[in-house]
T-cell receptor
Framework: DGGITQSPKYLFRKEGQNVTLSCEQN?????MYWYRQDPGQGLRLIYY???????QKGDIAEGYSVSREKKESFPLTVTSAQKNPTAFYLC??????????FGPGTRLTVL | GEDVEQSLFLSVREGDSSVINCTYT??????LYWYKQEPGAGLQLLTY?????DMKQDQRLTVLLNKKDKHLSLRIADTQTGDSAIYFC????????????FGTGTQLKVEL
């Protein structure tokens, strides 16, 4: 089955810790995206990558970092510099930006 | 600028039609999309419309686009309880990494 997987589904972090969210796709898509979702605010773009070994900041990149070493993988690290990291994080991929396919999401809670 | 707005909530009775509205500000949008999000899940593409179209119908879904007013709507006919979800409109602007700008989402509640 082709699709996008995100792990873990739920993640808890203590203040001051970095944490990495996984996103993997087997759709052979070139582009991948990370969004943050907060209640009543829709989705906001954190980072995106159009090709391996290249990525760009989105609208709210501060406190986050990414890597794109493989076409299939686009992990997101939430660093201790992110002041309000509790949110629902969604990963997406697309073949040309035409239709974005979304993963099931990871809910991150800072304790 | 890029700004997409939606009302936050809509409640309808089962069997009625639902109309979810969206306004956007960037006239250079090329495609406009409607996504559905069920609780605790990712987004699922429902339908889309090219910016040179006025209307698109897909089974129970009808999308209307008014480019002059920058207004997009999604009509769901014969709304069912399974349609209860959050609905997002999104616009894609040509170039710039093929990014989408999403609206705030409309929570649709279908009552018996």
């Amino acid at each position: 089955d082709g699709g996008i997987t995100q792990s873990p589904k739920y993640l808890f972090r203590k203040e001051g810790q970095n944490v990495t969210l996984s996103c993997e796709q087997n759709l052979n898509h070139d582009a991948m995206y990370w969004y943050r979702q907060d209640p009543g605010q829709g989705l906001r773009l954190i980072y995106y990558s159009q090709i391996v070994n290249d990525f760009q900041k989105g609208d709210i990149a501060e406190g986050y970092s990414v890597s794109r070493e493989k076409k299939e993988s686009f992990p997101l690290t939430v660093t201790s510099a992110q002041k309000n990291p509790t949110a629902f994080y969604l990963c997406a991929s697309s073949i040309s930006g035409w239709e974005q396919f979304f993963g099931p999401g990871t809910r991150l809670t800072v304790l | 600028g890029e700004d997409v707005e939606q009302s936050l909530f809509l409640s309808v009775r089962e069997g009625d039609s639902s109309v979810i509205n969206c306004t956007y500000t960037d006239s250079s949008s090329t495609y406009l999309y409607w996504y559905k999000q069920e609780p605790g899940a990712g987004l699922q593409l429902l339908t889309y419309i090219f910016s040179n179209m006025d209307m698109k119908q897909d089974q129970r879904l009808t999308v209307l686009l008014n480019k002059k007013d920058k207004h997009l709507s999604l009509r769901i006919a014969d709304t069912q309880t399974g349609d209860s979800a959050i609905y997002f409109c999104a616009e894609r602007i040509g170039g710039g990494g093929n990014k989408l700008t999403f609206g705030t989402g409309t929570q649709l509640k279908v009552e018996l």
